[in-house]
């Protein structure tokens, strides 16, 4: 869900989720592009129960969620960027 009336966007990018292509815009960080497509499992933990998203702003860590490049790093995804063509892998226990 975005709101929409009466806001300006950066321009429309697309990212790539476990595969799954979702719109965003530029100035949004991947937390919000994964929220607003209804995304709310960012990564399983050591006991396999999802988490998502909560604090929003860097502190708690829960919407960890690793780059899927090949270096496989967990990042905060509320505190990242999104960006045109980036991957993220979820689903996977952090160590």
């Given at each position: 869900m975005r709101?929409?009336?009466?806001?300006?966007?950066?321009?429309?990018l697309?990212i790539?989720?476990?595969?799954?292509?979702?719109?965003?815009f530029?100035?949004?960080?991947v937390?919000?592009?994964?929220?607003?497509?209804?995304?709310?499992?960012f990564?399983?933990?050591?006991?396999?129960c999802?988490?998502?998203?909560?604090?929003?702003?860097g502190?708690?860590?829960e919407?960890m969620?690793?780059?899927?490049?090949?270096?496989?790093i967990?990042?905060?995804?509320?505190?990242?960027?999104?960006?045109e063509?980036?991957?993220?892998?979820t689903?996977?226990p952090?160590s």
């Open positions: 709101i929409t009336d009466q806001v300006a966007r950066g321009a429309a697309t790539f989720v476990d595969g799954e292509p979702i719109g965003g530029a100035g949004e960080t937390a919000a592009v994964m929220t607003a497509a209804g995304r709310r499992r990564r399983i933990d050591a006991h396999g999802a988490r998502g998203l909560y604090c929003n702003m502190t708690c860590c919407c969620v690793r780059l899927d490049d090949g270096r496989g967990a990042v905060r995804a509320c505190l990242l960027p999104a960006e063509g980036l991957r993220i892998a689903g996977q952090l």
